[in-house]
């Protein structure tokens, strides 16, 4: 083999076999990262019945490619290496020969996507609903680029919204509807569930479920503009017990605070803020942003972006733009006399 053409077939296979090692390969070991550092690469493990049908079938895609790897790899290390085709001891030493192995994994790789299509399907089909009743149901509607959770109820008065944070029992399932009010997005927690959908002017639905307490981080992952990394969300499962004392607190609405810099912080928001956002119990009913009733229950603000501590609700407050530049939500120019009285009212929302 001429020594120019072999290295060319050397650098093309490299080439090939680095890339296709990052496609696959690098996935899978960022699946043991730590969940603090980067919660969502657990996506190969499962906390509930609604995911683990679906993880199975990731592992199984997982190999498969590994499979395909290895064995191109391999064909490729012959092809490269293989004697001249006038040599009667080569693999492929006519182009009869050649087509042959081109049949046969032809055939081969037909009988496995055949094999793999019917057992997605099947997958597909157990996860489409839950095997009891769901004990909760929820609208979640996705927005540019934030969640808003509708939680339902027989008696509406005892229905309420939320935002980027679902709070759900443990060990039941549960009902969720998913809308969009602007562009597509897609409903994402990989430890309960696989993803889904969110079309406008469509209703999908997705079921639920958590078998051990704990938090578990969502994403959407339909690209939906600029800032669609930072559409995160939270599902937050508790003990029975625990969640209907959640659920009776965010039932009610926001509890009025008389002092001087509360009163001029309420004042502020619902000359600046009120045509956005509600704020139950007041005259602040806006509804084009997230419901900030009980702001302070929650862990992160900016749909994940920020922990909720007071200076990062103060820095999204001035710095919006610069943390999530497209958002909705814009920079907020105050003096700080304003800023510390809107900050003090906002802390009050609990």
């Not at 939906?224 to 499962?237: D, F, K, R, S, T």
């Not at 003990?239 to 509890?255: L, N, P, T």
């Not at 229950?297 to 920020?306: D, F, K, P, Q």
């Amino acid at each position: 083999m001429n020594g120019s053409v072999f290295r060319f077939r050397l650098g093309v296979a490299v080439t090939y076999a680095f890339f296709l090692c990052v496609l696959t390969v690098a996935p899978v070991s960022a699946a043991w990262a730590e969940n603090e550092a980067a919660p969502l690469n657990y996506f190969l493990h499962s906390y509930g019945p609604a995911s683990m049908p679906t993880m199975h079938l990731g592992w199984v895609m997982v190999a498969l490619v590994v499979a395909v790897f290895v064995i191109v790899a391999l064909l490729l290390g012959r092809a490269i290496f293989h004697k001249r085709p006038d040599d009667d001891t080569g693999l492929i030493g006519s182009e009869d020969k050649g087509m042959r192995w081109i049949y046969i994994g032809t055939g081969i790789s037909a009988c496995i996507l055949f094999a793999l299509a019917i057992y997605t399907l099947i997958t597909l089909n157990m996860i489409a609903r839950s095997t009891q009743a769901p004990a909760l149901t929820l609208t979640v509607t996705g927005y540019d680029w934030w969640w808003k959770v509708e939680y339902e109820d027989d008696d509406p008065t005892r229905s309420f919204v939320s935002a980027n944070e679902i709070h759900i029992p443990v060990g039941q399932p549960v009902l969720v509807k998913l809308k969009s009010a602007d562009v597509i997005h897609a409903f994402w927690v990989p430890m309960l569930a696989g993803k889904t959908q969110m079309i406008p002017g469509q209703t999908n639905r997705q079921w639920i479920q958590a078998d051990a307490e704990g938090v578990y981080r969502g994403q959407c992952t339909q690209y939906c503009g600029i800032q669609h990394a930072h559409m995160g969300l939270e599902v937050v499962a508790q003990s029975a017990a625990e969640f209907r004392k959640w659920q009776d607190a965010q039932r009610r609405a926001s509890v009025a605070v008389s002092s001087i810099d509360i009163n001029a912080g309420k004042q502020l928001f619902l000359d600046r803020c009120a045509g956005c956002h509600a704020i139950r119990g007041t005259e602040a009913v806006g509804a084009h942003a997230p419901d900030l009733t009980h702001l302070k229950s929650r862990r992160l603000i900016a749909a994940g972006l920020l922990t909720n501590t007071p200076e990062h609700l103060v820095d999204w407050i001035t710095h919006a733009q610069d943390l999530k530049p497209g958002a909705r939500m814009p920079s907020m120019m105050l003096t700080a006399t304003e800023l510390g009285a809107l900050s003090a009212y906002l802390s009050t929302l609990e």
